[in-house]
C-alpha cells in the first residue's frame, strides 16, 4: 500500500503563515447606506476659535437656522438636505433646549416648537407671535388658497385686499385706512415668514407651513368667529392692530 506522501503532495499538509487581516476589509468604518438621520461626518475643522463642537459645521447651522427662523423648507436646499441626513441628531440636540422638532415630508418644511416643560426651572426660548383679528382672517383665506392648489400657492397684494374688504362694515366709510390695515395684516402674515414676497411682483407665495400653524381646531375656531362677523355679532377684522 502506497504511504500518503506518495499519493498526496506534502504540501497540501503544511502549515500556511496566518494571512494579515486589513480591519478596513473586515469592519467597514462607514456603511454603504448610512441610517437616514442618524450619519455623522468625520473630524471637521473648527468653525470659529474655541469651538467644541462635535457635529460638522453644516449640522450646526442648520441647527441655528431652526432656533432662529420662524421655519424652513426644502427651497432652503442645503439646510432641508441636512434635516432629512441628521433628524435624530438636530431632535436630541434641540431637545436640549427644551424644543420639538417638527418636520413635514409631504409638505417639505420643518420648524421647531416650544416642549410642554412643566418643571419650574425650565425656560421659553421661543419668542411667540400673535396675529390680529385681520392678520388671522387673511390667513385662513391663504390656508384655504393654498388647499386648492398646493403646486402653485400664489396670491396677489389685490387680491388679499379684495378678499379683506368683504369685512368692512357698510357703515365704514374711511376706504384709505381699511386698505392700510388690510397691508398691516399682510406685512404681519410676511414677517411671521408665512407668506413670502416674489421679487419684481405685487404677488406672494403662499409657505406650505400655514398647513401646520392652521390645524383643523384653530381653522373650525376662526371660521366661526368670521361668520359671526359677517352676522355683524363682533367688530371687523380690520378694527385691530397687530398685537405680536
Not at 8 to 26: G, I, K, N, Q, Y
Not at 47 to 63: H, K, M, Q, Y
Not at 176 to 182: E, L, S, V, W, Y
Request: net charge negative; aromatic share 6%.
Amino acid at each position: 500500500m502506497p504511504e500518503d506522501s506518495e499519493v498526496f503532495d506534502p504540501a497540501l499538509f503544511a502549515e500556511a503563515p496566518p494571512t494579515p487581516l486589513d480591519p478596513t476589509e473586515v469592519f467597514d468604518a462607514e456603511p454603504a447606506v448610512a441610517p437616514v438621520g442618524t450619519h455623522l461626518e468625520r473630524e471637521h475643522e473648527p468653525r470659529f476659535d474655541g469651538d467644541t463642537s462635535a457635529l460638522p459645521p453644516e449640522v450646526c447651522w442648520t441647527l441655528q437656522e431652526l432656533v432662529a427662523a420662524p421655519h424652513l423648507t426644502d427651497k432652503a436646499k442645503k439646510h432641508w438636505a441636512i434635516v432629512l441626513q441628521y433628524e435624530q441628531v438636530l431632535r436630541s440636540w434641540l431637545s436640549e433646549l427644551g424644543l420639538l422638532l417638527e418636520v413635514n415630508r409631504e409638505h417639505r418644511y420643518a420648524f421647531t416648537r416650544q416642549a410642554d416643560d412643566p418643571s419650574p426651572h425650565s425656560r421659553t426660548i421661543l419668542r411667540t407671535r400673535t396675529l390680529s383679528l385681520a392678520a388671522s382672517a387673511l390667513a385662513l383665506h391663504l390656508y384655504q388658497q393654498y388647499l386648492v392648489a398646493p403646486d402653485d400657492p400664489v396670491v396677489s397684494t389685490s387680491d388679499m385686499i379684495d378678499h379683506m374688504f368683504a369685512y368692512k362694515r357698510a357703515t365704514d366709510t374711511d376706504a384709505a385706512a381699511f386698505d392700510k390695515k388690510i397691508r398691516t395684516a399682510i406685512k404681519s402674515l410676511d414677517d411671521a415668514s408665512i407668506i413670502q414676497p416674489i421679487r419684481g411682483t405685487d404677488r406672494y407665495l403662499i409657505l406650505p407651513v400655514i398647513t401646520a400653524i392652521l390645524t383643523a381646531d384653530r381653522v373650525e375656531a376662526l371660521t366661526d368667529t368670521y361668520t359671526a362677523i359677517a352676522r355683524g355679532d363682533i367688530g371687523t377684522a380690520g378694527e385691530e392692530d397687530d398685537d405680536e
